[in-house]
């Protein structure tokens, strides 16, 4: 955790930005640059009658840290995706609940 | 907003009912058409030791709009996928919170 | 529901445990084993520059059924995965209200 799974940016252009948006937000979430996973979906859009280029759109999946650690993450996400010349981008976060996430079957936290 | 992340329907024949679904949902929903999206995620699915078709699933992905819009939405959609000669659709709604979603790394809502 | 919605296994690994997971879900669950759905999502991740295999991530999608059923059904699906030779796998359980589910439609609950 983070999660970040995006939609609507290829692959390749993640990569291009990667190492720096991980730094950054590892700082952000003070945790280690390996907590932090980019999933590109593969999808097909449609608008129209016609399909489309999918509307670029990320999902971020966390546990809740608060308005300004958000507010921090979005706007970092958001300046590495438009360095990239793609001009708008939407960022939803996702909470897990921390009773509700296991690694390898056990529960990561006893609260 | 809404997004409408499909599983289980093929792109070309979300591409035909597209136009009628997207005008009656804006209607629903007193929203522009342009605000609503329809991204198909490739997946292929396993059942009993096969790989099997998906299982025709949406997920709305919106902002809370309450029972009555919801359970419009729903039809619509349904009778729209229904209208493919597709028997059996499933449809689960989920919400953003709305200071915790962002446009190019700004809240779009400040409450 | 159920739904296991699956990153970073791919669908031939899923395949092979597909019948007995199923089986020791629906018994947890106590429902069908035609109630579950295993759904591998497509994906490209990437990090540090580089394409790179997604992280085995497993999101369970289903209604609320308290920590003791979903500790038993993370467990049951962390040693199937780890039965493939899979080291590490995270689990996640999001809840669908029962009020925003629908069947062609129409409202499951009527709660």
């Known amino acids: 955790m983070p ?3 995006v939609r609507g940016i290829k692959p390749e252009q993640m990569c291009t930005i990667s190492t720096p948006l ?3 937000l590892a700082v952000i979430c003070d945790c ?3 907590n932090c996973t980019i999933d590109c979906l ?3 859009s449609v608008f129209d009658g016609k399909i489309v280029d999918t509307y670029p759109f990320i999902e ?4 809740e840290r608060g308005l300004e650690t ?3 993450f979005a706007k970092a996400v958001a300046k590495q995706v438009r360095s990239l010349g793609i001009k ?3 960022i939803a976060f996702k909470t897990y609940r921390e009773d509700s996430y296991y690694l390898n079957g056990e529960r990561c936290f006893d609260k």
């Open 70 to 72: 958000r507010d921090r």
């Open 60 to 63: 971020v999946a966390w546990f």
């Open 32 to 34: 280690g640059t390996d």
């Open 88 to 90: 708008e981008v939407e």
């Open 42 to 44: 593969h999808t097909t």
């Open 22 to 24: 991980v730094e950054e």
């Open 3 to 5: 999660h970040i799974v």
